[in-house]
């Protein structure tokens, strides 16, 4: 029990707490419960990004293209949508297409072993070239969208719109995938020591291309949801948004080296994001503090995530390197 | 991945080592893309117009040089962009203040500096990842610089500022490109002519060996990104100079273009090998193929997406190719 409430998880949650608490003071209207909800509804798209790249991250990877690969997913899925494509079919299609992209980058990390920084950095700038190429760089706005196509994240169910119960569902799912599946040992156990895990007969390649597939079937479905919710497609959306995934991973205590995480911490991380996001225009400063906010926090969460390391001992020889 | 590398039991000849070399190779590629080039338009000839191609790659390659090194380290600064973008602001500020060339230029080194100095304590005093730290203040920096900035634009630049990015030298031969050259003289030099050098390499290869033989891991390693931040000061100073105005969202997606850059001069992206003439060649090869793009109207965004398969294809050929031959050979 003590140990629960003294973890990394609990931490965040207070740390969330605590802030939504203090807004409220000087500005109660921020939780009211139809702004909690579209706080929540906000950050589903980076709690489903941040839960297919904990699946990589968790397999010492990185994957820098979700946010390109979304856009790509997210221009296709309304291209589909001016041809008359039925929905069903779109979010199928939008989430099948996000996966083949995982897949290509899962594909070169593991059959020619190219570092994952590497292959990202360049499947995300292919990537966001492709939607100019297949759009022409043109825009998709919301008169060329069917109602249908743009009503189905926001129709509320029980209270909360779909795109937020995607985003649980997701999440419970994860959940289940990482804590109760061989799936999810196989991440950890290739994280926490890719040699031992091949002694142990894992695949550390597959096992790391599948992270890869997920968060790019991930990226393809919130592409879809990220469209229909902001009923614009064109070449630059969510541009940038890969740092906010990568963000919330390491603010949710992912560790970046792989092998330690929870799907709780990935979710919290991004909570946490996107209450200060939501929060700054309440509060009367600036979005563009957003972009340094981000950045402060990644530093400081990988900071407290060394310290913790270290804290519990390991290797003695890594000690003595980094004190040199 | 292959644990120990393959050491071969007696050396090439100079001249057969020479003519297998990366660097070969890419010089080959130069020249034949300079060919098809000037096949494909008739103005590629001519020497103002191939003076204006050196900007392609001049500000890019003053980054790559130190970045080379740091990548050969074992380290990566993926913060270089940003670094720009938050130097170029305070420069604005200051030239908007009305502050003389002289400091302009000392503002954009010294924030340049700083930057590469505050991913130096981060890197080797916490012992923190690089492209975890990078990464951070590479949206630390920025974001700072859309703090000061917002949608607004610094153009309040003094007259002769203009000549750092757009003044020469003598004739057709601009100071970017006289600094360039000199750069690549200087930092070829530390690379491959000092013990400062042959330390990198040995961080490179042996971070734990390097450390047991007595050299200073850490301080080599801060003095890497030192440099690295500084270089990206004075690219900063270039780019406002020849661009006359800042935005915070100048220089953008440019780490992506460096590294780029570095990998395809042949630096081995895990550490430990690479040269700093093969990223002057690859500096040549991709100022090249953009320009040449220019001259044929192929918008910017498609030159990314080559830029892209350029960035995996290299890496990628070679390990396809030694997987085709067989092994033992």
Redesign the interface.
Known sequence: MSRALKSREALLGGAILSMVALIAIRFPQFVAPSNLVGTFNDTSPLILLALGEMAVILAKC?DLSVAANLALCGMVAAMMNTMGIPLPLIILAATALGAVVGMVNGL?VWK????P???T??????T???I??ISG?KWINDQQLSESFKDFPRSVVLGLPVMAWVAIVVALAFAVLIGRTPFGRSLFAVGGNPNAAIYTGINVGRTQALAFTLAGALAGLTGYLWIARYAVAY?DIANGFE?DV??AC?IGGIS??GGAGSVAGAVLGALFLGVIKNALPVVGI?P?????????A??AA??IN?RER?RAGRVI???????? | ?SDARHIPDRLDRPLRRLLRSWEFLLALVAVAIFIANSLASPYFLNPWNLSDATYNFTELGLIAFPMAMLIVAGE?DLSVASTIALASTLMGAAATAGAPIAVLVLIGLVVGLFCGAFNAV?V??????S???T??????????S??IL??QAYTAYPTGFAYFGQGYVFWVFSFELVLFVLMAVVFGALQHRTSFGRMVYAIGNN??GA?FSGI????VKAILFLLTGLMSGIAAVCLTSRLGSTR?SIAL?WE?QV?TMV?LGGVD??GGSGTIPGVVLAALVMGLVTFGFGLLNV?G??M??F???L??GV??LP??WSRLKPRGT
């Open positions: 990185i070169l020619l072993d190219i570092p920084i590497v292959v950095l360049g499947t995300m700038t292919i966001r070239g492709a100019f190429l760089g070449v740092l990568v963000a390491v970046i080296a600036s563009f503090w957003q972009m340094a906010i981000s950045g402060s990644i530093l990988v900071a060394a270290r020889l890594k000690t003595a390197e980094s004190r040199a | 991945m990566i981060l080797t005093r916490l012992g923190l990842p492209i975890v730290v990464i951070g203040t590479m949206s630390l920096y920025r974001g700072l859309y703090i917002g949608n971070p734990t450390l200073r891991v850490a301080r915070p997606g992506l590294v990998v992206i895990l918008p965004i498609v990314s997406i830029i892209g398969l960035l995996i890496i990628a390990r396809l």
